[in-house]
């Protein structure tokens, strides 16, 4: 593995056991998020689930909405609304920071 990947939050490091481990799940709670369509993870050469930290993240917040009493249909529903609330924030954001730069002109 290129030391690069140890930074890309993006790179499929871990094993579907692994990523069980960190977060303190079973390994068929991940291939049922899988399954739902929640989840995608990588998959090796030989087909196996490898998981990025980007994708372990994702699996954290799935977990406590669970553990919280939601639905699979609810806790997609949410971290959907979560994700566009965080995107448009950083919208606003952005555009302020325009703004501020064509006032000062």
Known sequence: MPLDDLDDVDH???TTGQAAELLGVQQAFLRSL???DLLRPH?????????SR???ELAGRIRVLFD???TLAATARIIGLE??????RSQIVELRRQLG???RH
Do not use: F, K, M
Not at 83 to 88: M, T, V
């Open 68 to 70: 919280e009493g939601h």
């Open 54 to 56: 980007r994708q372990l």
């Open 43 to 51: 998959r090796s050469g030989g087909g196996h689930r490898r998981y």
């Open 101 to 103: 730069q064509v006032c």
């Open 83 to 88: 994700d566009e609330l965080a995107a448009a």
């Open 12 to 14: 499929p490091a871990y």
């Open 34 to 36: 899988d399954t739902a």
